[in-house]
């Protein structure tokens, strides 16, 4: 037996509402939810890597500015230090050559004093020798004894007269 | 002579002797509340294509991966997406959990249309099957529109503008899924019967031409089948969707009104 | 075959052929509504797509009358609902 070709079956359109939902519950299941599961962790791996990616790059950037600073806080050490030798080695050497010049100075000072008090004994030495030897001229000149501390009195005076004239 | 070998052909070589235009036959008959349920043709079709798209589902969505995924997966996401796109632009974003009946529906329809090239009933030429989704439909659209504007807004929508409008309002409320599975129908079946004629009619030129068998409705059908077969029922399963989903999307608010 | 058989199914098969002339507003309109949407297309081709879908739709919509008449054709011819 065939139905009509137009013909409107109540039995078809129960089983075929049957049948409809049934595909739909299938489709849902087996196409619908593990493939849309599949997208969404997709898509969450993708955006876990996007984050991770961002945070590695502001990681680095933060990195990045902190070795810069570092950087020049060296540099601006390393010039400190720098100074601060050059400066100590000038002091350094300011001393040692204000050290030496002074050194020098004595030492130029106690040669002239030594020179100076060498003179002077050999003046004084001098001086008694040439009294003691003009006393002695004197005697010979003029053969007369006179009182030896008058001579010696008069003689320094003389020296010294012809010391100052000197 | 040439009678007699065609005689020992097997039928399908010998091609249709007459022309036969019927619904499809009736397996088994019940009785319910003296209501006769038929179990037709139709629905061991469907079965088989219910078989099918469901063994292909779950085909391509075997050991889904996130990465380094398979050609299989590919096709499978493709499709959800396609899908999911396609309801999305057309019906807005509140609707996507609308989008595995519509691929119900679209698969149904096109497969069931296609079953035809094997040589059996398609089921989409039992007018009963489009006009079950067009119910579908229809009721869809009248749900969407007590759900959004209440029992009074919907009873009240058949009276817009003016009362006068009733019976045509009702009119065209019922035209909707009529036309939809009418157009389904109509296609379908008439392109199955056109392909009938053609395979009819080069059978019995094969007849005229004294050929044993029907060897001219090797291949000249073919390019014909392209267009009434493939072309018309991915046609009208694309437009049974679109339009179910224009007309229940059209019978809520705007989407910017609802959100 | 009697006579008024003979006459009913004359009767539909001109009527067929008859209803079958419900084609021509179709053809029209489905022709018109492609050309528009060619110069659609061609005047903004980024949406090609949506206007062919609107398209398809529309053209399945205007199409309705035309199956309408096909069916009452294949009605008339194949099921003669008067004999």
Known sequence: MKLGFFYIDLGTILFTLCNT????????????????KILTERQAAVDQTLQDAEDARSRAEAAETEYTEKLAV?????????????????????????????????????????????????????????????????EKVVEREINQADHVRLIDEFIDSVGDVQ | MSSMAMMMLPKVLTGPEELSVEGPAVICSFNVFGLTINFTETVVLEWIVMAIILGVSIFLTRNLKVKAVSKRQVIAEMAVEAITNLVRDTMGKRWLWFTPYIATVFCFSIFGSLISLLGVRAVTSDFSVPLTWAAITFILITWTKIRYGGVRGYLKGFADPIPVMLPINILS??????????????????????MGLVYYGLASASRMLHMH????????????????????????AFIFIMLTMVFISNAGPAEDEAA | MD???????????????????????PGIGEG????????????????????????????????????????????????????
Request: charged letters at 20%; aromatic letters at 6%; a neutral charge.
């Open chain 1, 21 to 36: 939902l049934i595909l739909f519950l299938g489709l849902k299941h087996f196409l619908f939810k593990p493939v849309q």
């Open chain 1, 74 to 138: 060296a540099k601006e050490e390393s010039a400190a230090m720098l100074r601060n030798a050059t400066r100590k080695a000038q002091q350094r050497s300011d001393e040692i050559v204000a050290q030496a010049k002074a050194e020098a100075a004595g030492i130029l000072q106690q040669n002239r004093d030594e020179l100076d008090r060498e003179r002077r004994r050999a003046e004084s030495e001098l001086r008694s020798e040439v009294s003691g030897l003009a006393v002695l001229v004197a």
């Open chain 2, 173 to 194: 409320e019922v035209a909707t899924p009529t036309a939809m599975a009418l157009r389904h129908f109509g296609n379908i079946a008439g392109g199955s019967i056109i």
């Open chain 2, 213 to 236: 068998g029907a060897w001219l409705t090797v291949g000249i059908p073919a390019v014909l089948s392209l267009y009434f077969d493939l072309f018309s029922d991915f046609m009208q």
């Open chain 3, 3 to 25: 006579m008024g058989e003979a006459i009913i199914l004359a009767g539909s098969a001109i009527g067929a052929g008859l209803a079958m002339i419900a084609g021509i507003g």
């Open chain 3, 32 to 83: 018109y509504a492609v050309g528009k949407a060619c110069e659609a297309i061609a005047r903004q081709p980024e949406a090609s797509g949506a206007v062919t879908r609107t398209m398809f739709v529309g053209c399945a919509v205007a199409e309705s009358t035309g199956i309408y008449g096909l069916i009452i054709a294949l009605l008339l011819i194949f099921l003669k609902p008067f004999t």
